[in-house]
């Protein structure tokens, strides 16, 4: 306030330590402007090197999902050779492995009936060899 | 006539091993229809059978002992023993031939069994023997 009862040359100084501080603080508030404006250029810079790293992600991520349909394409295929390899290769195989074990199969039965006629024929022959010995000694065990 | 060597005493022995045989095939059989996955109606013939052999081997096994250790050999002549023994044998042979039949009908029958259900039994089928019990 203006003391109107105070001399001009008061006033004018007082006016004049009032303009100081407001330049003084008209000062304070352009370096607090510039400040921020360097805050704000920071952060700028810092947020499009972000979205920069973002593009790059989301590139990568598509480069990813790219390969990854190439790779889900491939393994498709791969399923497709397998199913028509074990069709037409395999199956007539498994006919041959099958027909093998039935040989087999035939060839253990014939074992194990040539296996009996042995023994009967053994026990035929055992039976002759004890009447041939009664017979030559004229006495059996009866 | 009293014999003197031992190979008199062959036809004796022939007469046991053919006895043994039965037996063993018997009780093989008997073993080999407890394990099989056959028909019931199967595994009581083969029990009822192997069973008659058993006791007509095993009676015959004690007539013939008694016949012998009670020196009964001279009392009859040697013609009507050496039918007799022919006659014996040929019984024997009988229930051999019964046995071994009975004994590779099962075997066969285990084996295609083993064959059919190799993952069920857990049995190699080339064996063609009775393999592992499943339950």
Same mark, same amino acid.
């Given at each position: ?21 407001? &330049?003084?603080?008209?000062? %304070? ?13 920071? %952060? ?7 979205? @920069?790293?973002?593009?790059?992600? @989301? ?35 498994? &006919? ?13 039965? %014939? ?6 006629? &042995? ?11 004890? @009447? ?11 | ?57 095993? #009676? ?21 023993? #050496? ?53």
């Amino acid at each position: 306030m203006i003391d109107h009862t105070c001399d001009q040359g008061d006033v004018l100084g007082e006016i004049r330590a009032d303009i100081r501080v407001m &330049k003084v603080e008209q000062k %304070n508030v352009y370096d607090g402007i510039d400040r921020l404006c360097k805050a704000t250029e920071e %952060n700028m810079r810092e947020a499009r090197q972000l979205t @920069i790293s973002v593009q790059e992600v @989301i590139g990568d991520s598509r480069e990813f999902r790219t390969r990854i349909g190439t790779v889900e394409r491939d393994v498709q295929f791969a399923f497709d050779e397998i199913r028509r390899v074990s069709t037409e290769e395999v199956a007539p195989l498994r &006919k041959k492995i099958d027909e093998i074990g039935a040989i087999k199969t035939q060839l253990a039965v %014939n074992n194990i009936i040539l296996t009996g006629v &042995k023994l009967i024929a053994s026990a035929v022959a055992l039976a002759l060899v004890g @009447i041939g010995i009664a017979a030559v000694y004229g006495r059996a065990p009866l | 006539m009293n014999c003197e060597t031992l190979l008199c005493y062959v036809p004796h022995a022939i007469t046991l091993l053919l006895c043994l045989a039965i037996i063993l095939t018997a009780v093989n059989n008997i073993a080999m229809a407890k394990s099989d996955k056959g028909t019931t109606f199967i595994k009581h013939a083969v029990w009822l059978v192997s069973g008659f052999q058993l006791m007509a081997i095993t #009676v015959f096994l004690i007539n013939q002992s008694a016949w012998v250790f009670s020196d009964n050999v001279s009392l009859v002549g040697s013609d009507v023993a #050496v039918s007799w023994l022919i006659y014996n044998y040929l019984d024997q042979l009988f229930h051999i031939t019964i046995a071994i039949i009975i004994n590779t009908v099962l075997r066969t029958h285990i084996m295609y069994n083993c064959r059919l259900f190799q993952e069920y039994c857990g049995c190699d089928p080339r064996d063609g023997l009775i393999g592992k019990e499943t339950n």
